[in-house]
C-alpha cells in the first residue's frame, strides 16, 4: 500500500473516530428502516445468502432466497462510491426520494431481477430520511471489495468441493 492511499484512508477515518453518533438518530433510522425499508430488504445478509443470490444471478435467475438487495450489500456498495457520512447520507436521500438506474450504484443485475426502488423516501420527512441513512452508513462496517471477495473465495471453495 502506498503512502497517498494510507494518509487518504487515514484522512476519510479520522473524523468518523472523533464524531459522536446519537443514539437517538440511529435508533430512529432503525426504526424508520423497520417501517419502511424491510417490507423489501433484509436487514443483513450472511455470505452464504450473498453466495446462493450470486449464484442465482450467474445461472440468469432471480434470486430465490431475497427479495431486494439486503441492507449490509447496499451499504457497503454505496460506500465504496460515496466513503465520507455526509456524501453517503446526501445520496441515499436523493435516491430513495428519487431512485434511477443513471444515479444507482448496484450492478446491471440488480435492475434486471429487483428493478428500479419506489420513491418511498417521498412520503417520508427530512428528519426519517437522514435518520435511516446515518442507521446505513453506521450499522455495517464491511467494506464492498472484502464482502465480495469473500463471496468470490466461498464460490470457488464450494464449486471445487462438487
Request: net charge positive.
Given at each position: 500500500?502506498?503512502?497517498?492511499?494510507?494518509?487518504t484512508?487515514?484522512a476519510v477515518?479520522?473524523?468518523?473516530?472523533?464524531?459522536?453518533?446519537?443514539?437517538?438518530?440511529?435508533?430512529?433510522?432503525y426504526?424508520?428502516?423497520?417501517?419502511?425499508?424491510?417490507?423489501?430488504?433484509?436487514?443483513?445478509?450472511?455470505?452464504w445468502?450473498?453466495?446462493?443470490?450470486?449464484?442465482?444471478?450467474l445461472?440468469?435467475?432471480?434470486?430465490?432466497?431475497?427479495?431486494?438487495?439486503?441492507?449490509?450489500?447496499?451499504?457497503?456498495?454505496?460506500?465504496?462510491?460515496?466513503?465520507?457520512?455526509?456524501e453517503?447520507?446526501e445520496?441515499?436521500?436523493?435516491?430513495?426520494?428519487?431512485?434511477?438506474?443513471?444515479k444507482g450504484?448496484?450492478f446491471?443485475?440488480a435492475y434486471?431481477?429487483?428493478?428500479?426502488?419506489?420513491p418511498?423516501?417521498?412520503?417520508?420527512?427530512?428528519?426519517?430520511?437522514?435518520?435511516?441513512?446515518e442507521?446505513?452508513?453506521?450499522?455495517?462496517?464491511?467494506?464492498?471489495?472484502d464482502?465480495?471477495?469473500?463471496?468470490?473465495d466461498?464460490?470457488?471453495?464450494?464449486?471445487?468441493?462438487?
Amino acid at each position: 500500500m502506498n503512502i497517498r492511499k494510507i494518509l487518504t484512508s487515514f484522512a476519510v477515518t479520522l473524523p468518523l473516530l472523533a464524531q459522536e453518533v446519537n443514539p437517538d438518530v440511529l435508533k430512529k433510522g432503525y426504526e424508520v428502516f423497520r417501517r419502511t425499508c424491510s417490507i423489501c430488504h433484509m436487514e443483513e445478509a450472511s455470505i452464504w445468502e450473498f453466495l446462493r443470490a450470486r449464484l442465482s444471478v450467474l445461472k440468469g435467475e432471480r434470486p430465490q432466497n431475497i427479495d431486494a438487495p439486503p441492507m449490509n450489500l447496499i451499504s457497503a456498495r454505496i460506500k465504496s462510491f460515496y466513503p465520507n457520512e455526509v456524501e453517503f447520507v446526501e445520496f441515499v436521500k436523493d435516491y430513495i426520494t428519487n431512485p434511477s438506474r443513471e444515479k444507482g450504484v448496484c450492478f446491471k443485475a440488480a435492475y434486471v431481477f429487483f428493478g428500479i426502488m419506489p420513491p418511498i423516501g417521498q412520503g417520508m420527512s427530512e428528519e426519517e430520511k437522514t435518520a435511516v441513512a446515518e442507521w446505513m452508513y453506521y450499522r455495517y462496517s464491511d467494506r464492498w471489495d472484502d464482502l465480495f471477495k469473500k463471496v468470490k473465495d466461498l464460490q470457488k471453495r464450494v464449486l471445487k468441493e462438487k
